[in-house]
């Protein structure tokens, strides 16, 4: 029994603080993300496109009703149709290139300084009255006498630099009222024991879409932007989970 109580206690610390889990991933590379389905409306083939029969979601020579021989039919691939993304499952580029530098630079001083002296040297014979009331014989002409100073000097300073340059494909997964899309997109790439992720979500407008079917990215709208990666390197990057915790209570 006293072996099994240390035991116990020696699980649960590890399994609160995930150790357990990383455990299991020792000598093995980080997981990838299972692949979502992708957002695709079936669309009916023409004489534009006829490549379309017999794909996934496209209908097939053995499904019944009439079939209509149009070139210009939505979803097919017309001749003069615009090639740009505009509805949901299209698929369009996004350019990143973020090159942020800004630096804020704060100095603040202030000096404050006030004297005050106040003083009864006659009021109708009262004056004579004060050495009874106040103590150490004060000299009525001179009751009051305060002086202040005070001075604070701040000073502050942020710098910041930021470049991310990428490109990468994204899905419209929405069309809103207005025409406006919405697009998401997520990229892995695990090289050896590192995976490297980038999620790119947000809405942009059919108009800002370049002819070659690309955007950048400071043509989105609520754009969400996460670039990170998980596996051996980040995790010898962190701080250990006690450090964590010490760093959170310590209250010097």
């Not at 020792?26 to 534009?48: D, F, H, L, W, Y």
């Not at 002086?147 to 701040?154: E, F, K, N, W």
Request: glycine share 12%; hydrophobic share 35%.
């Amino acid at each position: 029994m006293k072996h099994i109580l240390p035991a116990i206690v020696a699980a649960s610390l590890l399994s609160g603080c995930g150790a357990v889990g990383r455990l299991k991933t020792v000598g093995k590379p980080p997981k990838m993300s299972e692949a979502e389905t992708p957002v695709a409306p079936r669309i009916e083939p023409s004489i534009g496109n006829q490549s379309t029969l017999g794909r996934a979601g496209a209908d097939s020579p053995s499904d019944s009703g009439p079939r209509g021989a149009s070139l210009f039919r939505t979803g097919a691939g017309a001749f003069f149709r615009d090639q740009r993304a505009s509805r949901v499952g299209d698929i369009v580029t996004i350019r990143i290139n973020i090159a942020d530098n800004a630096t804020v630079d704060n100095s603040t001083t202030r000096t404050r300084t006030g004297s005050e002296t106040g003083g009864i040297a006659a009021l109708l014979g009262l004056e004579s009255k004060i050495g009874k009331i106040l103590p150490g014989n004060p000299d009525p002409g001179s009751l009051v006498d305060t002086s202040s100073s005070s001075s604070a000097v701040g000073a502050g300073k942020t710098s910041r630099n930021e470049q991310i340059n990428m490109t990468m494909a994204a899905s419209v997964v929405g069309v809103l009222p207005n025409g406006n899309l919405l697009i998401r997109g997520r990229q892995e790439v695990r090289v050896n024991y590192e995976l490297r992720e980038l999620v790119v979500t947000g809405t942009i407008r059919p108009e800002d879409i370049a002819r070659d079917n690309s955007i950048r990215h400071s043509q989105i709208a609520d754009a969400r932007i996460s670039y990170g990666g998980r596996g051996q390197l980040t995790d010898a990057q962190q701080a250990r989970w006690g450090q964590q915790i010490y760093d959170a209570l310590f209250p010097f």
